[in-house]
């Protein structure tokens, strides 16, 4: 269950929102009502970023698109007159 917690609650009861964190999910962290962070267990954030290794060349080259054809001309329109 995500919970909600705001800033001031989080700072005073922080390992409580750990703990949760790791037990229950992520908990969002508010600011003036606004959301602010999210807190994540690490094993939750490992999970996250696992498998976002490389380069953006490597996530084309890997993509479902990779091959397609591309059209890289441009338009020869030169826009619209204007009077200044």
């Not at 954030?45 to 890997?62: A, E, W, Y």
């Not at 397609?68 to 030169?78: A, C, I, K, M, V």
């Amino acid at each position: 269950m995500n919970a909600i917690w705001p800033l001031q609650d989080a700072k005073n009861r922080l390992s409580e929102v750990v703990d949760r964190a790791a037990s229950e999910g992520p908990q969002t962290i508010t600011r003036r009502g606004r959301e602010a962070a999210v807190l994540l267990s690490a094993e939750d954030f490992r999970n996250l970023i696992r498998g976002r290794t490389g380069d953006l060349v490597s996530f084309f080259r890997k993509s479902p698109l990779a091959g397609e054809p591309l059209d890289f001309s441009r338009s020869q329109d030169t826009g619209r007159e204007v009077d200044l």
